[in-house]
C-alpha cells in the first residue's frame, strides 16, 4: 500500500496547511510538502481525526443493521447505495468503503512516520499513542470485514497480503501492551508534549493507559463464543485498569465553531464536528426504527407508559403549536421488521409550512408519516449558528432537536467507565454472579445518565430542549423503579445488553454484541433471546434473502448480517489476495459468513 500511504501524507500536510485550527495546524513551509513537514503536534490531530470518522461511520452504518436507523424515500443525494439498499439489507460492496478510506488513507499510512519523528525527539508518549491507535484501527477493520491486509499494509507492499480475523487480534492486542511502558516514560527535555497534539485526551497519559485496559476489556469480551480464549478473569483484571468515571474516560469534546470553514480532504465535512453528525444528520435522510424507539417505553398494567429519562435527549424532536402555544412532539418509530413500509413509499419526507405552522407529507397514502422527525441537524459551516445547531425553519420553528450523538457539538465517547460496568456485568452474569452482575449492571445505567448530564450541564441555558438536563428528580426515579432490574432475579442478560444497546447508541460494538448472542435467535447459551423483538427488516429485497442472507430461520447463521465484504479498492486492485483470504471473499453470501470471532468453539 506504498500508494496509500504517500496520498495521505499529502491529505495531512495540504489540509494542515489550509487550516487555522488550534488541534489541526501545520506551520511548516508548505513549498516542501516531504514525510518530515508535518510535525508530531500537527499529524497526531489528523490520525485521530481520521480514526474517529472512520469509527464514526462504522457505527451510524452499523446502525442500519442492528435496528437502530432507517432511510427516508427519496434520496437522491450523497451515497444511493447506502440509503437505497442498507435499510433493505440489499448489501453491496459500496456501504463499506468510507471506514476503510479514513482509516488506511486518513490515518494508519501516518503512523510509521510519527512513531519514527517521536524516536528521534524522544517524544516516547507519542509513540504510545501510536500503537493505541493503530490497535483500534486494524481491531476496526477486523470486525468489519473480519480478514484485512495487518502485516504487510503499511509498507512498500502494492497489492499486501491478508492475515486472518485472529492474527489481527492478537497484533492489535500486542500493540496495546506495546503502548503502555511509552506512556511511563520521561520524555526528552525539547520533546513535543503530548498535550501540544492530542485532541482525545489533552495530553493526559493517566487517560490513555486507561482507555488501553478499556480496549482490552471490550475486545476479551468480544470472545465470548471462543471457549478456550474467553477468560472472564483477564477481563476483570482489565476493567480495574480501565477507565472509573468522567475524568477518567476518553471522550472527544467536539464544536459547532463558526470559524470551521476547512473541510476534510476525504469527506468535504467540517473538522471540529461530532463525527456522527457528519455521516448521520448532516442531511435530512436518517429516521429513528420502532425498535430503538419502544427502548425508551416501559409500558404498564394500566395501560399507561413510563418512559426513559433519556427519551427526549436520544431520541429527535419537533416543534409544534396549538391554541397559540408551542410544544415538542417525539418523533415515532419506523416499524420496518413488522411492516413493509419501506416497499410502500415510506418513510416519506415531510415538509414545514411556516404560514400555517404545520408539517404535511405529499406522496399520496402517508400523510401521517409527519409523525417521524428527521436526525438533521446543521451547523455552523452550514449556515447555521453556533448556539442553534437544531433544525429550523424560517419562522425559527425548530424541525429537529438532534439526538444526544448526532449534533454538531455532540460527544463522541471513546471509552467510558459506564461501558466498563457493562462488560462487568455481563461477565459476572456469566459466572453465576448475580449479585455482583446487579450491581454493575446498575452502575452502567446510572453512569450513562451522569455522562449524559454533564455534558447537558455544560451546554448551558440551550434553546433546544433536547440539550437541557435531565432533572434529577426524574433520573433518581427511574433508577428506583421497575423499569430497570432491582433484585438479582429480576436481571437477565437481555436487560443487560438493552441497556447497553442504549447507552453505546451508534456504535460499531452494539452490532458486534448482536452477533455475539446471534440476534434474536435465542441459541446462544441458555441467556434466551438477549434482543427481543429483532428481526431482519420485512422488506428485504428478495435477491438480499435469496443470496446474501439465504439462512432459512433466525437459528440459521447465515440468516444474519455478519460482515461487510470488502469495498472496490481491494476488489479491484488486490483481487487475488482477498480471494486467498476466505473461500467466500468474492461470494454474494460473504455479508452472512462470520468473522473469527463469531464462530462458536
Same mark, same amino acid.
Not at 490531530?45 to 424515500?73: D, L, Q, V
Not at 451508534?506 to 433471546?529: E, L, P, T
Not at 439465504?550 to 482477498?578: F, I, T
Given at each position: 500500500?506504498?500508494?496509500?500511504?504517500?496520498?495521505?501524507?499529502?491529505?495531512?500536510?495540504?489540509?494542515?496547511?489550509?487550516?487555522?485550527?488550534?488541534?489541526?495546524?501545520?506551520?511548516?513551509?508548505?513549498?516542501?510538502?516531504?514525510?518530515?513537514?508535518?510535525?508530531?503536534?500537527?499529524?497526531?490531530?489528523?490520525?485521530?481525526?481520521?480514526?474517529?470518522?472512520?469509527?464514526?461511520?462504522?457505527?451510524?452504518?452499523?446502525?442500519?443493521?442492528?435496528?437502530?436507523?432507517?432511510?427516508?424515500?427519496?434520496?437522491?443525494?450523497?451515497?444511493?447505495?447506502?440509503?437505497?439498499?442498507?435499510? =433493505?439489507?440489499?448489501?453491496?460492496?459500496?456501504?463499506?468503503?468510507?471506514?476503510?478510506?479514513?482509516? &488506511?488513507?486518513?490515518?494508519?499510512?501516518?503512523?510509521?512516520?510519527?512513531?519514527?519523528? +517521536?524516536?528521534?525527539?524522544?517524544? =516516547?508518549?507519542?509513540?504510545?499513542?501510536?500503537?493505541?491507535?493503530?490497535? %483500534?484501527?486494524?481491531?476496526?477493520?477486523?470486525?468489519?470485514?473480519?480478514?484485512?491486509?495487518?502485516?504487510? $499494509?503499511?509498507?512498500?507492499?502494492?497489492?499486501?497480503?491478508?492475515?486472518?480475523?485472529?492474527?489481527?487480534?492478537?497484533?492489535?492486542?500486542?500493540?496495546?501492551?506495546?503502548?503502555?511502558? #511509552?506512556?511511563?516514560?520521561?520524555?526528552?527535555?525539547? $520533546?513535543?508534549?503530548? /498535550?501540544?497534539?492530542?485532541?482525545?485526551?489533552?495530553?493526559?497519559?493517566?487517560?490513555?493507559?486507561?482507555?488501553?485496559?478499556?480496549?482490552?476489556?471490550?475486545?476479551?469480551?468480544?470472545?465470548?463464543?471462543?471457549?478456550?480464549?474467553?477468560?472472564?478473569?483477564?477481563?476483570?483484571?482489565?476493567?480495574?485498569?480501565?477507565?472509573?468515571?468522567?475524568?477518567?474516560?476518553?471522550?472527544?469534546?467536539?464544536?459547532?465553531?463558526?470559524?470551521?470553514? @476547512?473541510?476534510?480532504?476525504?469527506?468535504?465535512?467540517?473538522?471540529?464536528?461530532?463525527?456522527? &453528525?457528519?455521516?448521520?444528520?448532516?442531511?435530512?435522510?436518517?429516521?429513528?426504527?420502532?425498535?430503538?424507539?419502544?427502548?425508551?417505553?416501559?409500558?404498564?398494567?394500566?395501560?399507561?407508559?413510563?418512559?426513559?429519562?433519556?427519551?427526549?435527549?436520544?431520541?429527535?424532536?419537533?416543534?409544534?403549536?396549538?391554541?397559540?402555544?408551542?410544544?415538542?412532539?417525539?418523533? @415515532?418509530?419506523?416499524?420496518?421488521?413488522?411492516?413493509?413500509?419501506?416497499?410502500?413509499?415510506?418513510?416519506?419526507?415531510?415538509? =414545514?409550512?411556516?404560514?400555517?405552522?404545520? #408539517?404535511?407529507?405529499?406522496?399520496?397514502?402517508?400523510?401521517?408519516?409527519?409523525? #417521524?422527525?428527521?436526525? /438533521?441537524?446543521?451547523?455552523?459551516?452550514?449556515?447555521? $449558528?453556533?448556539?442553534?445547531?437544531?433544525?429550523?425553519?424560517?419562522?425559527?420553528?425548530?424541525?429537529?432537536?438532534?439526538?444526544?450523538?448526532?449534533?454538531?457539538? @455532540?460527544?463522541?465517547?471513546?471509552?467510558?467507565?459506564?461501558?466498563?460496568?457493562?462488560?462487568?456485568?455481563?461477565?459476572?452474569?456469566?459466572?453465576?454472579?448475580?449479585?455482583?452482575?446487579?450491581?454493575?449492571?446498575?452502575?452502567?445505567?446510572?453512569?450513562?445518565?451522569?455522562?449524559?448530564?454533564?455534558?447537558? /450541564?455544560?451546554?448551558?441555558?440551550?434553546?433546544?430542549?433536547?440539550?437541557?438536563?435531565?432533572?434529577?428528580?426524574?433520573?433518581?426515579?427511574?433508577? $428506583?423503579?421497575?423499569?430497570?432490574?432491582?433484585? +438479582?432475579?429480576?436481571?437477565?442478560?437481555?436487560?443487560?445488553?438493552?441497556?447497553?444497546?442504549?447507552?453505546?447508541?451508534?456504535?460499531?460494538?452494539?452490532?458486534?454484541?448482536?452477533?455475539?448472542?446471534?440476534?434474536?435467535?435465542?441459541?446462544?447459551?441458555? &441467556?434466551?433471546?438477549? #434482543?427481543?423483538?429483532?428481526?431482519?427488516?420485512?422488506?428485504?429485497?428478495?435477491?438480499?434473502?435469496?443470496?446474501?442472507?439465504?439462512?432459512?430461520?433466525?437459528?440459521?447463521?447465515?440468516?444474519?448480517?455478519?460482515? %461487510?465484504?470488502?469495498?472496490?479498492?481491494?476488489?479491484?486492485?488486490?483481487?487475488?489476495?482477498?480471494?486467498?483470504?476466505?473461500?467466500?471473499?468474492?461470494?454474494?453470501?460473504?455479508?452472512?459468513?462470520?468473522?473469527?470471532?463469531?464462530?462458536?468453539?
Amino acid at each position: 500500500m506504498k500508494k496509500i500511504k504517500y496520498i495521505g501524507l499529502s491529505l495531512v500536510i495540504a489540509m494542515g496547511f489550509a487550516s487555522c485550527e488550534d488541534w489541526l495546524e501545520v506551520n511548516d513551509n508548505p513549498n516542501t510538502p516531504t514525510q518530515d513537514v508535518a510535525s508530531l503536534e500537527s499529524r497526531l490531530p489528523w490520525i485521530e481525526h481520521h480514526y474517529g470518522y472512520a469509527a464514526g461511520t462504522a457505527g451510524f452504518r452499523a446502525g442500519f443493521i442492528n435496528g437502530t436507523i432507517t432511510s427516508r424515500k427519496g434520496v437522491s443525494t450523497l451515497a444511493t447505495n447506502l440509503h437505497n439498499y442498507m435499510p =433493505y439489507w440489499d448489501a453491496s460492496n459500496g456501504i463499506s468503503t468510507t471506514p476503510y478510506q479514513h482509516w &488506511f488513507v486518513g490515518a494508519a499510512c501516518n503512523l510509521e512516520d510519527l512513531i519514527k519523528k +517521536a524516536e528521534e525527539e524522544g517524544a =516516547y508518549h507519542y509513540i504510545g499513542v501510536a500503537h493505541v491507535i493503530r490497535a %483500534m484501527g486494524f481491531m476496526l477493520m477486523a470486525d468489519w470485514y473480519g480478514e484485512c491486509p495487518y502485516t504487510e $499494509a503499511l509498507g512498500a507492499y502494492l497489492t499486501p497480503k491478508y492475515d486472518t480475523g485472529q492474527a489481527i487480534f492478537e497484533g492489535c492486542m500486542a500493540d496495546l501492551d506495546l503502548a503502555l511502558p #511509552y506512556f511511563d516514560m520521561t520524555q526528552e527535555h525539547n $520533546a513535543t508534549p503530548l /498535550k501540544d497534539g492530542d485532541s482525545w485526551n489533552d495530553g493526559d497519559v493517566t487517560k490513555w493507559k486507561a482507555l488501553v485496559y478499556g480496549l482490552k476489556a471490550r475486545w476479551l469480551n468480544n470472545l465470548s463464543k471462543k471457549s478456550s480464549l474467553y477468560k472472564p478473569e483477564e477481563i476483570l483484571s482489565a476493567i480495574e485498569k480501565g477507565p472509573k468515571d468522567y475524568a477518567t474516560s476518553t471522550i472527544v469534546n467536539h464544536v459547532n465553531d463558526p470559524g470551521d470553514t @476547512s473541510s476534510d480532504a476525504l469527506a468535504g465535512d467540517p473538522l471540529k464536528t461530532s463525527f456522527l &453528525f457528519d455521516c448521520a444528520a448532516w442531511s435530512d435522510h436518517i429516521r429513528m426504527t420502532k425498535y430503538y424507539t419502544d427502548l425508551f417505553e416501559y409500558p404498564q398494567t394500566d395501560g399507561s407508559v413510563v418512559y426513559d429519562p433519556r427519551r427526549e435527549k436520544m431520541l429527535p424532536m419537533n416543534e409544534h403549536y396549538k391554541n397559540g402555544e408551542s410544544y415538542f412532539m417525539v418523533t @415515532s418509530g419506523v416499524d420496518i421488521i413488522n411492516s413493509d413500509i419501506l416497499n410502500n413509499s415510506g418513510p416519506a419526507q415531510q415538509t =414545514y409550512n411556516a404560514s400555517t405552522k404545520s #408539517y404535511s407529507v405529499s406522496t399520496a397514502g402517508r400523510e401521517g408519516d409527519t409523525i #417521524y422527525v428527521t436526525l /438533521k441537524g446543521v451547523c455552523c459551516k452550514q449556515g447555521g $449558528a453556533a448556539d442553534e445547531s437544531y433544525y429550523q425553519g424560517a419562522d425559527g420553528t425548530i424541525l429537529s432537536t438532534g439526538t444526544f450523538y448526532t449534533l454538531p457539538e @455532540s460527544p463522541t465517547h471513546l471509552m467510558t467507565s459506564y461501558e466498563m460496568d457493562f462488560i462487568k456485568a455481563e461477565v459476572l452474569f456469566r459466572q453465576g454472579d448475580k449479585g455482583g452482575a446487579l450491581t454493575a449492571y446498575k452502575n452502567a445505567i446510572k453512569g450513562h445518565l451522569d455522562f449524559m448530564n454533564t455534558k447537558l /450541564k455544560a451546554y448551558g441555558t440551550a434553546n433546544n430542549p433536547g440539550k437541557n438536563p435531565m432533572p434529577q428528580a426524574d433520573i433518581d426515579e427511574f433508577l $428506583a423503579s421497575d423499569c430497570i432490574a432491582q433484585t +438479582a432475579n429480576e436481571l437477565t442478560m437481555a436487560e443487560i445488553m438493552k441497556q447497553k444497546f442504549i447507552a453505546m447508541s451508534f456504535s460499531q460494538q452494539n452490532w458486534n454484541d448482536m452477533r455475539r448472542f446471534n440476534f434474536s435467535a435465542g441459541n446462544v447459551g441458555d &441467556f434466551g433471546v438477549v #434482543y427481543p423483538g429483532f428481526d431482519r427488516p420485512k422488506s428485504i429485497r428478495a435477491t438480499a434473502a435469496s443470496q446474501k442472507f439465504p439462512g432459512a430461520s433466525k437459528s440459521d447463521n447465515n440468516y444474519w448480517w455478519r460482515r %461487510m465484504a470488502h469495498c472496490s479498492h481491494e476488489v479491484n486492485y488486490n483481487a487475488k489476495n482477498l480471494k486467498e483470504s476466505n473461500a467466500k471473499a468474492t461470494d454474494n453470501d460473504i455479508w452472512s459468513v462470520s468473522v473469527w470471532w463469531d464462530v462458536p468453539e
